[in-house]
């Protein structure tokens, strides 16, 4: 997670400088941890039980899963560089 993180202030330090919206390294680790991370790990690990409960495809499934990282995850990152 550390090193997305790095990686992520480095571009942003780097090429944009938001004062609406200034980096805090703590925060980034935490909203990656919970917005992409246990996301990914409950993905996987549930995938078929939630295709079942949900009464969807794998496909379908996957779609709305990235549509919801994109409603959290991108959105959260997209904050620094607006």
Do not use: C
Not at 18 to 47: G, S
Request: glycine share 4%; charged share 25%.
């Amino acid at each position: 997670i550390e090193s997305e993180v790095d990686t992520i202030t480095g571009i942003v330090e780097k090429h944009i400088h938001n004062e609406k919206a200034p980096l805090d390294k703590r925060q980034m680790i935490v909203t990656e941890f919970f917005t992409w991370i246990m996301p990914l790990i409950n993905y996987v690990v549930y995938e078929e039980q939630l295709q079942g409960h949900f009464g969807m495809s794998h496909e379908e499934l996957k779609k709305r899963f990235f549509e919801s990282l994109k409603q959290t995850h991108i959105a959260y990152h997209k904050k620094y560089l607006q």
